[in-house]
C-alpha cells in the first residue's frame, strides 16, 4: 500500500483562543492530502470526475485519540 505523507502548518488563526485547532480544518486538511495523494499517484483528480462521474470521496468515519 502506498503512503502518502502531508504536512500542515497549523496557523493562529486555525485555532481558537486557547489555541486548539479548530477541528473542522481537520477535515479540509484531509481533502487536500487525498487530492495531493491522487497526483502523487499520476490521477488527475478532474479527469476522474468527468470519466467516472465521481463527485467526491466522503469521510465516512474519523476518529482521534
Known amino acids: 500500500m502506498k503512503t502518502y505523507r ?8 486555525d485555532t481558537d483562543p486557547a489555541r ?3 477541528y473542522p480544518n481537520y477535515f479540509e486538511w484531509f ?3 487525498t487530492r495531493l ?3 502523487s499517484v499520476g490521477l488527475d483528480w478532474d479527469s476522474l470526475g468527468k470519466k467516472y462521474g465521481i463527485m ?3 469521510i465516512v468515519e474519523a476518529k482521534a485519540r
Open 6 to 13: 502531508y504536512n500542515v502548518t497549523v496557523h493562529w488563526g
Open 20 to 22: 486548539i485547532v479548530f
Open 31 to 33: 481533502d487536500q492530502s
Open 37 to 39: 495523494f491522487f497526483d
Open 56 to 58: 467526491g470521496l466522503p
